[in-house]
């Protein structure tokens, strides 16, 4: 079984597209081979080993994918959010131990600033415009003696991303060159690919989403992967007619925004028809689900993910198996089953998602409380707790009814965000939808929600709560609903429950 990232790409067609980019010529598989070869070549020359973190800050684009590709076959791979100001910068390197930092030739933005009092090896990319999409080169300090040639082996670590902490301190989660060889055939396995396939890539690169399901799952599987320059729902169509691909994945924002300018790029629908779509990162609503598949006459596949089991667990089967709106699909690649949320054992019905595979993480690094609370031994098993609430239906589809931590417990009643953003999305004039926890005197939480409406569409905020009211038991109905032009996100477009109470500036209910 392949078990490194460099297997996952050895036997593919020399000719083959393998990354490529709009208004490019393509990298094929010979290509991507060489100059991974090359910067392991040139990584040495810096004094950089296998076992040396490697921080990468380049925007969104094929040179982004490659950089990420070629480095984790011969270092460990820290990709950041290159929107970051200084000080988070200043923390995650530091946080990281990295031991180089990787950016655009004259760049010289906060990164840098950042990098500079750590005593980093700063590494500048060099791209050839007119060269194939993703080809590079590597200049920086040359080390007083080369780095040992050896190559990472299926054990060694080649990614490392941060949760995204709330309220607590990040943690690191280090992913192995054998968790993404297993998360990405895993991927490349429920979504049928084969060579002939090809993904336009609109999801960030800094993000487990993009740099698994997109890059790393086409290229095990021979397809080929177009990646845009970040994601602009003015120019997708556009992308979409010129790299004329068969799939791509994107969070529900994401999907909703590229619906909105459907119907004037019927056209262009017609002429490029997709095998299928794929929404992750976020419960996609089944309302959401049924339109993309109408619109673009493909069926949508789901998939449910997180960084800790290097992207994906569950996904919704292709035809001629049933997609289940509201669903997050069947397990895809880890043991999934369902614990009880204090208890370290296993049940049936409503409870804790866990998982277990070969995709899933080692454990937090230097974070041994966090470790002995989210995984535990059962059935000779070693299983990882999600921090998601759900249930398994008799067909082994998942429905999930929030992140624990974002069900909202009014006054002892436990109430789940999702069922209330599934009935706000019934009212006609509703586009987007997300509900949240409002701070409340007495009862603790109270039922909030934020909602963006169609265009040319209007409700008032007592409109939306009677029509909720006939829908759902009075301890559900949102006490207050806020009608936003656009609901805040976050980095990589996911729309986030906790702390929107504040972030909207709600004041607390009397």
């Known amino acids: 079984m392949t078990r490194t990232l460099a297997a996952l790409i050895a036997s593919h067609g020399e000719d083959t597209p393998a990354i490529g980019a709009p208004g490019r010529d393509w990298l094929t598989f010979g290509g991507l081979r060489q100059l991974s070869a090359d910067v392991a070549a040139q990584l040495r020359g810096f004094g950089i080993g296998a076992t040396d973190r490697v921080a990468i800050v380049l925007p969104n684009g094929p040179d982004m994918a490659a950089t990420f590709v070629t480095i984790a076959q011969a270092a460990v791979t820290a990709p950041l ?20 930092l990787v950016v655009l ?46 190559l990472p082996g299926p054990d060694d670590t080649a990614l490392i991303l941060h949760t995204s902490g709330t309220t607590s301190r990040p943690k690191i989660v280090p992913l192995t060159q054998a968790n993404i060889a297993a998360s990405a055939q895993n991927i490349l396995t429920s ?13 960030p690169l800094f993000h487990i989403h993009g740099l698994i399901a997109a890059v790393s799952a086409s290229l095990a599987a021979g397809a080929s992967v177009a990646c845009a320059p970040g994601f602009d729902a003015l120019k997708f169509f556009s992308q979409m007619a010129e790299v004329k691909p068969t799939w791509y994945t994107a969070v529900p924002t994401m999907h909703q925004a590229i619906l909105s300018r459907a119907a004037r790029n019927a056209e262009v629908i017609a002429a490029n028809p997709l095998r299928f779509l794929r929404s992750s990162s976020a419960s996609l609503p089944a309302q959401v689900m049924l339109e993309l598949a109408a619109t673009f006459n493909a069926p949508v596949i789901e998939a449910y993910g997180m960084t800790e089991a290097t992207h994906q ?6 035809p001629p198996r049933a997609q289940k709106p509201g669903s997050v699909g069947i ?21 804790e998602v866990v998982i277990s595979g070969p995709n899933v ?93 169609r265009e040319g569409q209007t409700a008032t905020e007592r409109e939306i709560r009677d029509f909720c009211a006939t829908r759902m038991a009075d301890f559900k109905v949102p006490r207050r609903v806020v009608i936003l032009d656009e609901i805040p996100k976050g980095a990589t477009g996911k729309l986030q429950r906790i702390g929107l109470a504040e972030k909207l500036g709600l004041a607390p209910a009397t």
């Open 81 to 100: 959010n290159p929107a970051y100001q200084q000080a988070e910068y200043s923390f995650y390197l530091e946080d990281l131990r990295a031991r180089a």
């Open 105 to 150: 030739d004259g760049y010289d933005g906060p990164a840098l600033a950042a990098a500079t009092p750590l005593n980093m090896a700063i590494l500048r990319l060099h791209a050839d415009p007119a060269a194939p999409a993703g080809t590079f080169r590597l200049t920086g300090p040359a080390a007083a003696t080369p780095a040992p040639a050896t």
């Open 191 to 203: 979504l049928a690919l084969t060579p002939t396939d090809r993904c336009l890539n609109v999801m």
């Open 313 to 318: 667990m569950a996904c919704n089967p292709l």
């Open 331 to 351: 397990a895809a690649g880890p043991l999934l089953r369902i614990a009880h949320e204090v208890e370290d054992k296993l049940i049936d019905g409503t409870g």
């Open 361 to 453: 993480t080692p454990g937090y690094e230097g974070n041994p409380e966090a470790n002995r609370k989210n995984f535990f031994m059962a059935d000779g098993l070693r299983w990882f707790r999600t921090g998601d609430q759900g249930a398994l239906d008799d067909e082994g589809y998942l429905r999930l009814t929030g992140r624990l931590k974002e069900i909202i417990n009014r006054g002892g009643e436990k109430i789940s965000p999702l069922e209330v953003d599934g009935i706000l999305l019934d009212h006609p004039a509703i586009q987007q939808v997300v509900a949240f926890a409002m701070p409340h005197p007495k009862l603790g939480e109270e039922v909030a929600a934020a909602v963006v409406l």
